[in-house]
T-cell receptor, first 114, second 111 residues
Framework: GAGVSQSPSNKVTEKGKDVELRCDPI?????LYWYRQRLGQGLEFLIY????????KSGLPSDRFSAERTGGSVSTLTIQRTQQEDSAVYLC????????????FGPGTRLTVL | GENVEQHPSTLSVQEGDSAVIKCTYS??????FPWYKQELGKGPQLIID?????GEKKDQRIAVTLNKTAKHFSLHITETQPEDSAVYFC??????????FGTGTRLKVLA
């Protein structure tokens, strides 16, 4: 079946602009994660959605970052007034349910802020 | 806060040799330890995992060992092949949905 998809695959933007990154999780997966992966670094947790529960936003690095998940499916990560330090690969993952279950990752969106 | 250290950051081995990657975690509540493989241009993919009630787990050429007392866990790949070349990430989870990832090991298998 279809895996997690993300769009765009690459995004180049100018400092100060807003960007929106999209994630389509695997159908039926109730849990959805966003991570940031800086060059040569590990995966940094950003935000977690589980069903209709309030999301865990504890990993968002600043109030310029926000995310929403509409209808329990598609999610968008928005970065306002982008800075050069926002340049990274943004990965989305989904899992079947809450808890310690396999996370299925999308291919990521590579964001470059000039 | 919770932390996972991973070593080495890069590892080169000859095809057919073994590769070992080690991780150390700080949160003693961690009880689930997955390993992910990330190939170039792709997202990470789960290759093996271990829970804290088990000391070792094997799946063909890969194995993971866990020492809860020392808070260490390791990935062992035997008879390495060129297609094993990738970045490997360890992670630790304290019984919730949150995973703390290591910084990754770039493995190169030389033909």
């Amino acid at each position: 079946g279809a895996g997690v998809s993300q769009s765009p695959s690459n995004k180049v933007t100018e400092k100060g602009k807003d960007v929106e990154l999209r994630c389509d999780p695997i159908s039926g997966h109730t849990a959805l994660y966003w991570y940031r992966q800086r060059l040569g670094q590990g995966l940094e947790f950003l935000i977690y959605f589980q069903g209709n529960s309030a999301p865990d936003k504890s990993g968002l690095p600043s109030d310029r970052f926000s995310a929403e998940r509409t209808g329990g499916s598609v999610s968008t990560l928005t970065i306002q007034r982008t800075q050069q330090e926002d340049s990274a690969v943004y990965l989305c993952a989904s899992s079947l349910r809450q808890g310690q279950n396999e996370q299925f990752f999308g291919p990521g969106t590579r964001l470059t802020v000039l | 806060g919770e932390n996972v250290e991973q070593h080495p950051s890069t590892l080169s081995v000859q095809e057919g040799d073994s590769a070992v990657i080690k991780c150390t975690y700080s949160d003693s509540a961690s009880n689930y330890f997955p390993w992910y493989k990330q190939e170039l241009g792709k997202g990470p993919q789960l290759i093996i995992d271990i829970r804290s009630n088990v000391g070792e787990k094997k799946d063909q050429r890969i194995a993971v060992t866990l020492n809860k007392t020392a808070k260490h866990f390791s990935l062992h790949i035997t008879e390495t092949q060129p297609e094993d070349s990738a970045v490997y990430f360890c992670a630790a989870s304290p019984g919730t949905y949150k995973y703390i990832f290591g910084t990754g090991t770039r493995l190169k298998v030389l033909a």
